[in-house]
């Protein structure tokens, strides 16, 4: 991590789901240091205020705002990320925005315009670019091992769906557009770095197959994911106190033509038993899959062709790390610290992190319509320049 004369002042708005990231970066005398937390909700002060005691709480965004902070984390719901980043990028915030970028395609793009016009440093939390599972595969790609990539499969069983999505703001699609963009952003985002392209056609089909049937409902807003979620709420349709309304699918399928001619696809299923992502990487020389997506869990390869199921050529283990996500968390605040004091390239993307928005919008249109194929809307040309390079300094064209 860089190192200054002075810590890096960091402000964090919404202290929620993903406020479990304040730890890596609140580490005074070593490069950075939380100062202000904004939280609309008193839980969510009072949270911030035990967890951090040093640290400034309001409610009020613009005393953030002019707190003197030089980074900020916006781990907001989804469907404020725009509201607030747009916000911090115009007072001049280094900003990390939690992953999806937003909601819509819209907000997503006028992120992207703020930052490019005012010149403010932005990073989008896209934490599986960090997790071990993905790193590997992505080596194993990029040594060729498999041959040039021509299709990638995930498959996405959500065991905790009932609990994580279920029982409150992620049940609406006012909040979230859908859960194929909201859970899915992280995997569309994968598929496209291992895959080297962006989508540029999808079409989908999904459904509320499960908890649309189940009765017991309950206002859950004054409680958070750890005051319900249990492994004996089993079966599925015997789930209790689900939210109040609830009108996103809880199983999906979307299929993807890249940009580059690679094929891809990404099933979702919140109603599974087991939790955990499987992908498989299909390329011109052989194929790699995961069994697994933790510390200790198996990469497979198999580069020898065979009649029949045969073990793989190679196993290789899925590293451990400190933290979150297998060492994600902690990689992904560092990057992003780094990136707040010197600048450059970073291993997120805000461009990747906005066409994995436009592929899972579209892709809740399409199978809330008739399942049929939709483009994906382009970027401009400077845009895809700048964030490519680095985010480069430039003299703001908005007042900051």
Same mark, same amino acid.
């Given at each position: 991590?860089?190192?200054?004369?002075?810590?890096?002042?960091?402000?964090?708005?919404?202290?929620?789901?993903?406020?479990?990231?304040?730890?890596?970066?609140?580490?005074?005398?070593?490069?950075?240091?939380?100062?202000?937390?904004?939280?609309?909700?008193?839980?969510?002060? *009072?949270?911030? +205020?035990? &967890?951090?005691?040093?640290?400034? %709480? @309001?409610?009020?965004? !613009?005393?953030? /705002?002019?707190?003197? $902070?030089?980074?900020?984390?916006?781990?907001?719901?989804?469907?404020?990320? *725009?509201?607030? +980043?747009? &916000?911090?990028?115009?007072?001049? %915030? @280094?900003?990390?925005? !939690?992953?999806? /970028?937003?909601?819509? $395609?819209?907000?997503?793009?006028?992120?992207?315009?703020?930052?490019?016009?005012?010149?403010?440093?932005?990073?989008?939390?896209?934490?599986?670019?960090?997790?071990?599972?993905?790193?590997?595969?992505?080596?194993? $790609?990029?040594?060729?091992?498999?041959?040039?990539?021509?299709?990638?499969?995930?498959?996405?069983?959500?065991?905790?769906?009932?609990?994580?999505?279920?029982?409150?703001?992620?049940?609406?699609?006012?909040?979230?557009?859908?859960?194929?963009?909201?859970?899915?952003?992280?995997?569309?985002?994968?598929?496209?770095?291992?895959?080297?392209?962006?989508?540029?056609?999808?079409?989908?089909?999904?459904?509320?197959?499960?908890?649309?049937?189940?009765?017991?409902?309950?206002?859950?807003?004054?409680?958070?994911?750890?005051?319900?979620?249990?492994?004996?709420?089993?079966?599925?349709?015997?789930?209790?106190?689900?939210?109040?309304?609830?009108?996103?699918?809880?199983?999906?399928?979307?299929?993807?033509?890249?940009?580059?001619?690679?094929?891809?696809?990404?099933?979702?299923?919140?109603?599974?038993?087991?939790?955990?992502?499987?992908?498989?990487?299909?390329?011109?020389?052989?194929?790699?899959?995961?069994?697994?997506?933790?510390?200790?869990?198996?990469?497979?390869?198999?580069?020898?062709?065979?009649?029949?199921?045969?073990?793989?050529?190679?196993?290789?283990?899925?590293?451990?790390?400190?933290?979150?996500?297998?060492?994600?968390?902690?990689?992904?605040?560092?990057?992003?610290?780094?990136?707040?004091?010197?600048?450059?390239?970073?291993?997120?993307?805000?461009?990747?992190?906005?066409?994995?928005?436009?592929?899972?919008?579209?892709?809740?249109?399409?199978?809330?319509?008739?399942?049929?194929?939709?483009?994906?809307?382009?970027?401009?040309?400077?845009?895809?320049?700048?964030?490519?390079?680095?985010?480069?300094?430039?003299?703001?064209?908005?007042?900051?």
């Amino acid at each position: 991590m860089h190192t200054m004369e002075k810590d890096l002042k960091v402000g964090i708005v919404g202290f929620g789901l993903r406020a479990g990231l304040w730890r890596h970066a609140h580490k005074p005398g070593q490069g950075s240091e939380v100062t202000i937390v904004c939280d609309a909700s008193e839980r969510g002060r *009072a949270d911030a +205020a035990e &967890r951090i005691p040093t640290t400034r %709480i @309001t409610a009020d965004l !613009e005393e953030l /705002l002019s707190s003197g $902070i030089d980074a900020v984390l916006v781990l907001t719901p989804d469907n404020q990320h *725009a509201v607030v +980043a747009v &916000r911090t990028l115009r007072a001049g %915030i @280094t900003t990390f925005c !939690e992953k999806p /970028l937003d909601v819509t $395609i819209e907000a997503a793009d006028l992120i992207l315009q703020t930052a490019y016009k005012t010149g403010t440093r932005l990073y989008v939390g896209h934490n599986m670019r960090h997790m071990p599972v993905v790193v590997q595969m992505r080596e194993l $790609i990029e040594e060729g091992r498999i041959g040039e990539v021509k299709a990638i499969w995930c498959r996405h069983f959500v065991g905790h769906g009932g609990d994580f999505y279920f029982k409150d703001w992620h049940s609406e699609r006012k909040n979230v557009t859908s859960l194929l963009l909201q859970k899915g952003a992280h995997d569309i985002d994968v598929i496209h770095w291992l895959a080297k392209g962006y989508t540029q056609r999808v079409s989908a089909v999904g459904d509320l197959a499960v908890y649309g049937s189940v009765t017991t409902r309950s206002d859950n807003s004054g409680k958070r994911m750890g005051d319900w979620y249990s492994l004996g709420n089993w079966p599925p349709s015997e789930q209790q106190d689900l939210a109040a309304t609830i009108d996103v699918e809880d199983i999906s399928m979307m299929n993807m033509v890249l940009d580059n001619g690679v094929l891809a696809s990404y099933q979702q299923c919140h109603f599974t038993p087991d939790y955990w992502r499987n992908y498989t990487i299909i390329g011109t020389k052989g194929r790699i899959e995961n069994f697994g997506d933790g510390p200790g869990d198996k990469i497979k390869v198999w580069t020898t062709r065979t009649s029949g199921f045969a073990e793989p050529d190679d196993v290789i283990d899925i590293l451990d790390g400190e933290g979150g996500h297998g060492g994600a968390d902690p990689n992904l605040i560092a990057e992003f610290l780094r990136f707040a004091a010197d600048g450059g390239r970073t291993q997120t993307s805000p461009i990747a992190a906005r066409q994995a928005v436009a592929a899972g919008v579209l892709a809740a249109e399409s199978l809330r319509g008739n399942g049929s194929a939709r483009e994906v809307p382009a970027l401009s040309a400077e845009l895809m320049d700048y964030f490519d390079a680095g985010q480069p300094s430039r003299s703001p064209e908005l007042v900051l």
